[in-house]
């Protein structure tokens, strides 16, 4: 086990060098930004989708009405979600995509398999990892990739560490319309794990 100070300088490390990345950088419209959030304390992870224009400009993770959502169906305040002592941002793409038909395009392809294990190695081993977005589930959870979005959501719990969640982007009103029991049993359940979670966090 390495000593308070190494850990905390390999995270250092760890997030200069995903900072200066620039590996699929040919492909990204408006360059390299990569946006990660992490520390050695974060119990709670949280692995999205990519940003969007709105946090590349900012440089702030789910600062969009999808981070709003995520809040609140979470139930924590921005102070303790934008706490990396308490919380990890992890995204499968950590820059800007670009557009595709229809909306954003797909997280680079490139960057889980080049950052995500560095970034895990780092982090708590009793981590609570939400995979919010299908492309989180389909590198977590291969072997539900057969069921649908809300089969994989459905079973909360089933899974740990890992629980499966909709993007909360505009589209998941549709999602809650169509599925009433994700707000009546899934959220106040999240709510209770993610809050046993955090009460849980060392500094
Ligand atoms: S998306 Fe990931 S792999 Fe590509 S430049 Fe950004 S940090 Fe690097």
Same mark, same amino acid.
């Given at each position: ?18 900072a200066a990345c620039t590996l699929c950088a040919e492909?990204l419209?408006?360059g390299p930004?990569p ?19 709105? /946090? ?39 820059c ?37 977005? /299908? ?17 994989? /959501? ?39 794990? /993610? ?9």
């Amino acid at each position: 086990m390495s000593a308070p100070d190494e850990g905390h300088d390999h995270v250092e490390v760890l997030r200069a060098r995903i900072a200066a990345c620039t590996l699929c950088a040919e492909h990204l419209p408006l360059g390299p930004r990569p946006i990660a959030r992490f520390s050695a304390s974060a119990q709670l992870v949280i692995i999205g989708q990519a940003p969007g224009t709105k /946090v590349h400009a900012s440089g702030v993770p789910w600062d969009d009405d999808s981070g709003d959502r995520l809040r609140e169906w979470l139930g924590i305040d921005k102070p303790t979600f934008y706490d990396p002592a308490q919380v990890a941002q992890m995204p499968m793409g950590f820059c800007y995509p670009g557009k595709a038909a229809g909306g954003d395009a797909p997280p680079r392809k490139e960057c889980a398999p080049q950052w995500h294990e560095a970034v895990l190695d780092v982090l708590p081993e009793n981590r609570l990892t939400l995979l919010v977005g /299908v492309h989180a589930q389909a590198r977590y959870l291969p072997h539900l990739k057969r069921l649908s979005l809300a089969e994989r /959501v459905s079973r909360f719990g089933e899974d740990l560490p890992f629980i499966a969640l909709p993007h909360p982007a505009w589209r998941s009103r549709l999602f809650m319309a169509g599925h009433p029991w994700f707000a009546r049993d899934i959220l106040p359940a999240l709510r209770a794990k /993610v809050q046993a979670i955090l009460d849980q966090v060392i500094r």
